[in-house]
T-cell receptor, first 115, second 115 residues
Framework: AQSVAQPEDQVNVAEGNPLTVKCTYS??????LFWYVQYPNRGLQFLLK??????LVKGSYGFEAEFNKSQTSFHLKKPSALVSDSALYFC?????????????FGSGTRLSIRP | KAGVTQTPRYLIKTRGQQVTLSCSPISGHRSVSWYQQTPGQGLQFLFE???????NKGNFPGRFSGRQFSNSRSEMNVSTLELGDSALYLC??????????????FGPGTRLTVL
């Protein structure tokens, strides 16, 4: 069975500092991995995805994520945080070889950037 | 290109009533998925429709049902509402079904309150 974990409910970072939002996953085969962001009273917006190839994936708004197969992780990063990055972030995974077409979302991490 | 639209945006119902939510996907998208988002349970997959066929279903009771029309618009119905059904219901569309690596595009959600 596939699963995804976001171990931190909340991450607090000062503006201008680097940020990391953690995500670990479990699938029986190879994963497709996604990051989404949700602003207040809005739906989720796609940030980036890992399919195959380079372990470092670049996405929207200056975010990037590093796929680490040995640690089964897909942490979201940004070199310099902005106050406007404050939002709820979701990691999602699906098993490439699974016959069940379903995507599993993590519980979400609330990112708070202080000025 | 217009985004995913959901109607209504807000809904207040009483226990025992039924409700129908509507979702119009991005033009050309054939997959529509529904999710329930609550503070306690996070984002939970309800079901996915692709070309008018239900492809997958989450672990929800039979009170939750859906359908998809030939123009890819989808409706979700909840019968015999319970207090615990209060949630943000999100619709997401994708060009292909969830077995692919394509990202989903989310609507703003319908906030359902059951009194």
């Amino acid at each position: 069975a596939q699963s995804v974990a976001q171990p931190e409910d909340q991450v607090n970072v000062a503006e201008g500092n680097p940020l990391t939002v953690k995500c670990t996953y479990s699938v029986s085969g190879n994963p497709y991995l996604f990051w989404y962001v949700q602003y207040p009273n809005r739906g989720l917006q796609f940030l980036l995805k890992y399919i195959t190839g380079d372990n470092l994936v670049k996405g929207s708004y200056g975010f990037e994520a590093e796929f680490n197969k040995s640690q089964t992780s897909f942490h979201l990063k940004k070199p310099s945080a902005l106050v406007s990055d404050s939002a709820l972030y979701f990691c999602a995974v699906r098993d490439v070889y699974s016959s069940a077409s379903k995507i599993i979302f993590g519980s979400g991490t609330r990112l708070s950037i202080r000025p | 290109k217009a985004g995913v639209t959901q109607t209504p945006r807000y809904l207040i119902k009483t226990r025992g009533q039924q409700v129908t939510l509507s979702c119009s996907p991005i033009s050309g998208h054939r997959s529509v998925s529904w999710y329930q988002q609550t503070p306690g349970q996070g984002l939970q997959f309800l079901f996915e429709y692709f070309s008018e066929t239900q492809r997958n279903k989450g672990n929800f009771p039979g009170r939750f049902s859906g359908r998809q029309f030939s123009n890819s618009r989808s409706e979700m119905n909840v019968s015999t509402l319970e207090l615990g059904d209060s949630a943000l219901y999100l619709c997401a569309s994708s060009f292909t079904d969830l077995s692919s690596y394509n990202e989903q595009f989310f609507g703003p959600g319908t906030r359902l309150t059951v009194l």
